[in-house]
Nanobody, 116 residues
Framework: VQLQASGGGLVQAGGSLTLSCAAS???????MGWYRQAPGKQRELVAR???????SYSDSVKGRSTISRDNAKNTMSLQINALKPEDTAVYYC????????????WGQGTLVTVSS
């Protein structure tokens, strides 16, 4: 499975941004999610969505983010509203499967910078 992330950039605080991730390969019964890593911090899970559409969000983005997925197109998106400077990070998409055959793959990072 290969992942291609896009959508990062420079955004002013209070603005919105949509990150997209396109997957190729076998993606049945998988989770897809977005992680982020700010300078000097550990990578953290921001949001995830199952192939059935069940979503979960970190407290840091809950209430101002929406993750969605199109299984037919093998794509996933994350919209974050009301961006804050602390949202600045490199965002990574990930796909993983917990059923046999298990796997996990990462996309390349995309930088999001939120200016105050």
């Amino acid at each position: 499975v290969q992942l291609q992330a896009s959508g990062g950039g420079l955004v002013q605080a209070g603005g919105s941004l949509t990150l997209s991730c396109a997957a190729s390969g076998y993606t049945s019964s998988t989770y897809m999610g977005w992680y982020r890593q700010a300078p000097g911090k550990q990578r953290e899970l921001v949001a995830r969505i199952s192939s059935g559409g069940t979503t979960s969000y970190s407290d840091s983005v809950k209430g101002r983010s929406t993750i969605s997925r199109d299984n037919a197109k093998n794509t996933m998106s994350l919209q974050i509203n009301a961006l804050k400077p602390e949202d600045t990070a490199v965002y990574y998409c990930k796909i993983w499967r917990t059923m046999t055959p298990t796997y996990e793959f990462w996309g390349q990072g995309t930088l999001v910078t939120v200016s105050s």
